[in-house]
T-cell receptor, first 115, second 109 residues
Framework: EAQVTQNPRYLITVTGKKLTVTCSQN?????MSWYRQDPGLGLRQIYY???????DKGDVPEGYKVSRKEKRNFPLILESPSPNQTSLYFC??????????????FGPGTRLTVL | RKEVEQDPGPFNVPEGATVAFNCTYS??????FFWYRQDCRKEPKLLMS???SGNEDGRFTAQLNRASQYISLLIRDSKLSDSATYLC??????????FGRGTSLIVHP
């Protein structure tokens, strides 16, 4: 089954404790991205990757890191989480062949709470 | 001014009604347009792309007006299962899609 998986699905942590949210897709997609969704603000892109070893900042990259060492994986790293990073996070992927016209497939989301 | 704007609603309509949402965008160079559907606490899923000539998929019709810089989504014969948040997505020449904040639709019996 074609899918995007994220882990963990739910996480409660404390300020300053480094964490990683994993994202994996099995569709051989070149393009992957991370979003956060907050009430009243909608979905905002954090980082995206056009292919292995190619990453770039989205609209709200501060406080986040990403890496793309393998095509299927695109982890999101919070080196020192803060309460304002409490949010619902989505990973997404799509084919790069015609990205503007192709569907983005979203993972199920990770609900993060930073105390 | 936000790049992509939507009326947050909620739009509260009875079953069988026709309802329309609009979405305005500020970047005249925008090239691609989409409507996504998001159920409560779930991931967004593509509902339909929006083509210049307009397109229809069953009860759903999407249209693009480049001159006035808006896209629309029309839902005919609303079903209870149509209750969701509808997200407008616009992409320009970059690979950063811009999402609207979503329009909430509630279809009641």
């Amino acid at each position: 089954e074609a899918q995007v998986t994220q882990n963990p699905r739910y996480l409660i942590t404390v300020t300053g404790k480094k964490l990683t949210v994993t994202c994996s897709q099995n569709m051989n997609h070149e393009y992957m991205s991370w979003y956060r969704q907050d009430p009243g603000l909608g979905l905002r892109q954090i980082y995206y990757s056009m292919n292995v070893e190619v990453t770039d900042k989205g609209d709200v990259p501060e406080g986040y890191k990403v890496s793309r060492k393998e095509k299927r994986n695109f982890p999101l790293i919070l080196e020192s989480p803060s309460p304002n990073q409490t949010s619902l996070y989505f990973c997404a992927s799509s084919s790069r062949d015609s990205i503007s016209y192709n569907e983005q497939f979203f993972g199920p989301g990770t609900r993060l709470t930073v105390l | 001014r936000k790049e992509v704007e939507q009326d947050p609603g909620p739009f509260n309509v009875p079953e069988g009604a026709t309802v329309a949402f609009n979405c305005t965008y500020s970047n005249s160079a925008s090239q691609s347009f989409f409507w996504y559907r998001q159920d409560c606490r779930k991931e967004p899923k593509l509902l339909m792309s929006v083509y210049s000539s307009g397109n229809e998929d069953g009860r759903f019709t999407a249209q693009l007006n480049r001159a006035s810089q808006y896209i629309s989504l029309l839902i005919r014969d609303s079903k209870l299962s149509d209750s969701a948040t509808y997200l407008c997505v616009v992409m320009g020449g970059s690979y950063i899609p811009t999402f609207g904040r979503g329009t909430s639709l509630i279809v009641h019996p």
